[in-house]
């Protein structure tokens, strides 16, 4: 079943440029035609404003007793030319006494009585479904505290109302318009700077079990991807690093399998060749038995190293008298260091808090590397520390041939060698060091060796109070 997918990166980008886009045009718009059409509203507010000044005059010049055909008169005059726009006056019972053309004013517009004074624009449509745009204001008649009337002035205003419902379709058509490209140019702009993604996408897709060697080219690419390319090459030397280690470690393990494998077929085919005598079965299944006993380590030795790449090992907590511990280790190996006449020495002190039977396993590894590879006649020295930086350290010193520069790095790696000629030996599996190193590092330590001067020297640092470390396998 294919995963369901999200929508591509290049459409969600594009389309939040243009949504970007729109909501700015957008806001342009609406600025521009409040912008128009407040100037258009300036417009008539001014010829509104100068002929409610000239009607003022006219009304406040004027004796209350002048007949109402020369008051008349002189507003008729006053608007002789002006074609669309209309005048009234309204007395306080909000009769009529002077309008030059028929029209209903919004009683929004006189508010008779409700504010002294009102010149503010108010906007209607007539019974005729025409835009006016008109002002009111009271005027006292004469100047001898004549009554107070009422002056209200509209102007038509269709064609500012045609001109700005034309202009408001070609500027919202415009931004229709500006928006469609500025998606498109949005896309175009993605898809260009996602090209970078799109390399190394094709490069990552050749990248295979075999070429883990690869990496990707971080000078070729953008700033912005460039932690992407590193953090990606550092994925792939990890990879390429287990990769091989663990190619390397099936390679040692079938190899070291095979052998006692190959050994109990050999035998058990020789043994079924003819009929033996009670005492040669005996002899063969002791031998064999040494073998299963060999392979029995070696699964046991893979099963806690197996646990220990998968941080699996978890160190108990208990107070571990070192001194103890490593001198009941060395009296276990004081049979075999006298056969080869080794002298066995411990100096020192110390206490930490962790695992016993992991140390013990872990001091028992060294000791037991140590004296295989010290000649007769040679010394072992445990020695025991506490280092300034409150680490305690156990160091396993033992004389003999030095181990070359070239091999020191890769002593604890599994089934690791670095003399050939010891290869074959019953004793040991190839894993011991390796278990070491892991239960060091399961105690939050390190592990050290030295070989110099005729003297090859490993040192364990333990935190005193033991924590649980990070593993590598």
């Known amino acids: 079943m294919t995963p369901t997918r999200g ?7 594009t389309l939040l440029f243009a949504l970007a886009s729109a909501f700015v045009l957008f806001l342009l718009g609406l600025l521009i035609g409040n912008a128009v059409e407040r100037h258009f509203e300036e417009q008539d507010l001014d010829v509104l404003n100068g002929k409610m000044q000239l009607a003022k005059h006219i009304l406040e010049r004027s004796p209350g007793i ?4 020369t008051l008349t008169q002189q507003l008729d005059d006053a608007l002789t030319g002006h074609h669309g726009l209309i005048v009234a006056v309204y007395d306080h019972n909000g009769k009529t006494l ?10 929004d517009l006189l508010s008779i009585g409700a504010t002294p004074r009102r010149e503010q624009p108010v906007k209607w449509n007539s019974k005729d479904d025409q835009p006016w745009r008109g002002i009111s204001s009271m005027v006292k008649l004469g100047t001898d505290g004549g009554g ?3 002056v209200a002035i509209a102007t038509e205003i269709t064609h500012h109302e045609h001109f700005m419902e034309s202009f408001r379709q070609t500027l919202w058509g415009f931004m229709s318009m500006a928006t469609l490209a500025m998606g498109l140019l949005g896309w175009f702009v993605v898809r260009r700077g996602l090209l970078p993604l799109l390399a190394i996408k094709r490069q990552a897709a050749g990248i295979t079990a075999n070429r883990l060697h690869t990496r990707l080219p971080v000078e070729a690419i953008p700033r912005e991807l460039a932690d992407l390319a590193d953090t990606l090459n550092g994925m792939l030397s990890r ?5 091989q280690r663990l190619s390397d470690f ?5 190899h070291e399998l095979r052998t006692p494998v190959s050994n109990l077929l050999t035998q058990t085919q020789v043994t079924l060749s003819k009929a033996r005598s009670a005492e040669d079965y005996r002899d063969i299944l002791a031998s064999n038995a040494e073998e299963f006993e060999r392979l029995s380590r070696t699964i046991s030795d893979m099963l806690f190293l197996a646990k220990a790449d998968n941080n699996q090992i978890i160190p108990n907590q208990e107070t571990i008298n070192l001194a103890e511990e490593i001198g009941d280790l060395l009296e276990y190996y004081d049979v075999l260091a006298e056969e080869k006449s080794i002298v066995l020495s411990l100096s020192g ?27 007769n006649g040679g010394t072992v020295t445990v020695q025991i520390g506490e280092s300034a930086d409150k680490m305690t350290h156990i160091a396993v010193e033992n004389t003999g041939s030095e181990i070359a520069a070239e091999h020191l790095p890769r002593l604890f790696d599994r089934f690791y060698r670095a003399d050939s000629s010891r290869q074959r030996t019953t004793e040991s599996s190839g894993l011991g060091l390796a278990i070491t190193r892991s239960i060091v590092l399961a105690h939050g330590g390190e592990v050290d060796v030295c070989s110099a001067n005729g003297l090859t020297r490993f040192t364990l640092l333990l935190p005193i109070i033991v924590t649980a470390g990070k593993l590598h396998g």
């Open 98 to 107: 002077y309008t030059n053309e028929s029209m209903v004013f919004p009683q």
């Open 250 to 254: 099936s390679s040692d393990l079938a």
């Open 66 to 69: 002048q007949p109402k055909e």
């Open 349 to 375: 002190s110390g206490q930490i808090v962790g695992d016993r039977l992991m140390l013990r396993r872990a001091v028992s590894n060294l000791l037991s590397n140590a004296l295989r590879h010290t000649p």
């Open 7 to 13: 929508p591509s990166l290049t459409l969600r980008l």
């Open 239 to 243: 990879l390429e690093e287990s990769f």
């Open 148 to 150: 107070s009337y009422t």
